[in-house]
């Protein structure tokens, strides 16, 4: 992996944190930087994945509700699920 230098600028408070636990935990301020970023990163996307995913699901939520309001009003004043039920049991 190729390595390159990178300047940032950071309130005085969160760079004596980082010193502190850099010292304490025996890591140096690169990898600690790194290793915060890839986990901030892989967060934020997984994050992102699982709002899409929950969107999905509610889309699919809110047709399977309309479909089932739809679906009454059949002979005999059953639903179309009563009415599949039936056919499945029959065969």
């Given at each position: 992996?190729?390595?390159?230098?990178?300047?940032?600028?950071?309130?005085?408070e969160n760079l004596k944190i980082i010193n502190e636990f850099c010292e304490n935990e025996k890591?140096?301020?690169?990898?600690?930087?790194?290793?915060?970023?890839?986990?901030?990163?892989?967060?934020?996307?997984?994050?992102?994945?699982?709002?899409?995913?929950?969107?999905?699901?509610?889309?699919?939520?809110?047709?399977?509700?309309?479909?089932?309001?739809?679906?009454?009003?059949?002979?005999?004043?059953?639903?179309?699920?009563?009415?599949?039920?039936?056919?499945?049991?029959?065969?």
């Amino acid at each position: 992996m190729s390595l390159k230098k990178l300047n940032i600028t950071i309130p005085e408070e969160n760079l004596k944190i980082i010193n502190e636990f850099c010292e304490n935990e025996k890591v140096n301020k690169s990898a600690l930087i790194r290793e915060a970023a890839s986990q901030y990163i892989s967060g934020i996307k997984k994050m992102r994945e699982l709002e899409i995913k929950n969107k999905e699901m509610n889309w699919a939520a809110d047709t399977m509700e309309k479909l089932r309001k739809k679906s009454s009003g059949f002979t005999g004043g059953k639903s179309g699920s009563e009415i599949i039920r039936e056919f499945r049991e029959k065969r």
